[in-house]
């Protein structure tokens, strides 16, 4: 038998999928246009703080820096995707922005907000993961960064210890209610961290960075 010596084949290697415009370099460092927040007891410290241009003659409480909320998504503000929001980001680029990240419910995983509160907020809890679906809710387990504080600024974080499910309902019935919680006096650069199911609320007088879950729902206990 004659063997006949065969050609070795030769691989050609495939070609390289050419990045196309939208890769643009696992998406440059984004900028986005905050989205202002009118409210009762905010104020002007964005504009006076971080410069930012504020619709005239309204207190102005919230800044979101970055959201993927319905109705409020984040506008990129800079280079070749200027104009496209943060929803359109994760339908067509979530891999690259979020690497090994993971999405909340297909969406963004984090809401960043400034928050201005010129008076005492309402207190108010989250619930928690484990009973957020059975409360008609969402988990939003969350941290606050203190940028700018007034003298003897405060916030109200936790229940005391020994408070009782019969003092705090009584309390809720005469207005007293902030005494049960925690009183934490603050200034620039201190930092808390707020499971969902943990009861707070801001004291007058902060500037805070609020980063959070996605979610916008709250339950509010006493205003």
């Known amino acids: 038998m004659l063997l006949k010596n065969k050609r070795p084949q030769l691989k050609r290697p ?68 200027a104009g496209k929001d943060l929803r359109w980001l994760m339908l067509n680029h979530g891999q690259e922005l979020l690497g090994s990240a993971r999405a909340e419910a297909g969406r963004f995983p984090l809401l960043i907000k400034i928050l201005d509160a010129q008076e005492t907020l309402s207190v108010q809890v989250h619930p928690p993961a484990d009973r957020a679906a059975s ?15 007034a003298p003897q600024a405060e916030l109200y974080v936790g229940l005391k210890q020994g408070a009782t499910r019969a003092e705090f309902e009584q309390r809720l019935q005469d ?37 959070q879950q996605n979610s916008s729902k709250s339950r509010l206990i006493v205003r």
């Open 14 to 81: 495939k070609p390289k999928a050419t990045p196309g415009p939208h890769s643009l370099a696992m998406l440059y460092p984004l900028t986005f246009h905050p989205i202002f927040k009118e409210r009762v007891w905010g104020g002007r410290n964005l504009e006076r703080l971080y410069g930012k241009a504020l619709p005239p003659g309204v207190p102005i409480g919230e800044s979101w820096e970055i959201s993927d909320r319905p109705g409020d998504a984040s506008v990129v503000a800079n280079g070749p995707l």
């Open 135 to 149: 409360l008609g809710g969402e988990p939003k387990t969350e941290m606050w960064y203190v940028a700018h504080a």
């Open 175 to 211: 207005g007293t209610v902030a005494d049960c919680i925690h009183r934490i006096s603050v200034g620039p650069r201190d930092a808390i961290f707020l499971p969902s199911g943990r009861v707070h609320a801001l004291g007058a007088g902060l500037v805070i960075f609020e980063i």
